[in-house]
Structure formats: C-alpha cells, structure tokens
C-alpha cells in the first residue's frame, strides 16, 4: 500500500520535522488540480477558502481529514462529505485575533483614527479621550481565542465580563450564558464579539441588544459580520449613541457603495484579524502535530462534531 497521500497549501518545508510515512503534495485547487486528487487521505486547504477550495472535495474519493486553517468553519459548513473529520484551525489565530481586539478597543477609545485624518490635515487636534483602564468590558465568547483577548484586557486595568453559549464556571471566573446578555450589556462600556457563526449566533446583537447597550458605548466585533444586524447597528451609529469598530462584515469585500463606508464612530478594517506574522509559525505548528497524530493512528485534535 502506498503511503497516505496529503494535499498541503505551502511547501512541506515549512512543516520544519515532517511527519515520515506520508507522502506530500503543494496544492492550491484554484490554479490546477492534480489527478492526484482522488488519491488525497489528507487535505489542508488555503487559508483563504475562495471558489474551487472547498468544491474539489467532491473529487475527493478517498478523503479521511480535512484541516482548516481558518478558527470559524462556515465556509464549508455542509460541503464536507459524510465520514470525513473536520478539523478547524484553533490555536493558529488566537495570538493575531486577539492582538487586533485590543488595537480596535484602543484606537476607538482613544480616537486614533480621528488623530490620522487631523494629520493629514496638518491640524494638531488635541483632545480629551476615553481610557481603557476602568472601563467594563463584556466578552461575549470565551473559547481559545476570547481567553488570549482576556489575557491582553486585563493588563490594562478593566474588568472582564465573560459570556459564553453556556453558563459555566472557569479558572479565570465565572462564565455567563448568551441568555443573560440583555441584563448584562446595559452596565459595560465595550462590547467584543468573538463569537464562531451558527443559527443560534446569527443576528444575537439586534436592534433590541443594540439598545440596551449604554449610550456613548462601543461594539467591537472579530467574529462574523452576520453576528451583527448591520442596519440596527447604522441607525446607531447614525444617530452618534454609540461607536463600533469592526474587522467583519455580512458583505466582503464592503462594497463602495456601502453606507459603512460613511458611518460616523466606526473604524473598519478588511478582516484582517488572522493576517499577521503570527499566524504562519502557528499554522505549520498545528498542522505538522495532526499529521503526526494521523501518521500514528491516533486521535486527531480540533476536531468539529456533526453540529458545526
């Protein structure tokens, strides 16, 4: 028998040690698919899951794993074929997602983007800011990454609020449920999002949450787009109540036409919250030890149940 066949996105290289008794094949199913592909036991597709990644499954006739690189798996959510494992990317983008929560928190409080446009101006456009220190923050998500954002927050001297799918009680303390975030967001001044998209995820802050939050609060959202009601979030903003930045949109690109583009208290930027140096090293890591794992038979890590 030959040996396992593994499709990976970058050099097998950059795996540093990699795992003996597999054989390799760079791979990126948007520019060529080898007639390998029905050989492939093993597949890592390309970061950014476009057209012609997730579709080459299909041909995929001896497939057992597929290892995302990605933290959320709605991008393939129903396109794995029955009997394969999945496996997401937990653990590659906790350090960068949570390096950019704090960058959004902070640049929005302390009115960073507003001191770029004034120097560009050449207009010295001092002011007094709102600081983090004190502030309440509510996370809501408290997996991998929300504990890397809670390790970043504390330092700062606010307290962290955490909220989660289910109550539940942690190390670092107690973990409130989705079900109390009404009676929870009237009384925090941030509000970070890091939550995966699900049904029971989508559309969770709507127009009602939105306006419990307190006036003059902030919304900080690396989770999903859809997590968010854009439109009840516009009308805030609009009306100057409450700021927002966010790395996430429903659309992504944002169109140009886009209303958000407009938005007065909102910072964007192009969901860039795994697109750091950080990520690589943290991705070769991760893939290198499930193949390590799969090489040697035995249970692989990350690994999503039939509910993703």
Known sequence: MSEPLVWLPFDVSELGEA???????RVDPTREVPDTVGDVRFYVPPYQLGSGIVEVMER?????????????VDAVRGRVPDGVTLCNGRGIHDTSTAELALTLTLASLRGVPDFVRAQERREWAAGWRPSLADKRVLLVGHGAIGRAIEARLLPFECEVVRVARAAREEPEGHVHGFEELPD???????????VPLTEETRGLVDADLLARMKDGALLVN????????????LAELASGRLRA?????????????????????????PHVGGASSAMW????RLVREQLQRFAAGEELANVMSGEY
């Open 245 to 269: 930045a966010s790395d996430v949109f429903e659309d992504e690109p944002v169109p140009s036409d886009s209303p958000l583009w407009e938005t007065p208290g909102l910072l964007m930027t």
């Open 60 to 72: 995929m006739s001896s497939l057992e794993v597929v290892q995302l690189l990605t933290a959320g």
């Open 281 to 284: 090293p943290r991705a070769h």
């Open 222 to 233: 690396v989770a999903r787009g859809a997590v968010v009601d854009t439109d009840a979030l």
């Open 19 to 25: 795992p003996a008794g597999l054989r390799y094949e």
């Open 184 to 194: 929870l967001v009237p009384d925090v001044d941030v509000v970070v999002l890091v």
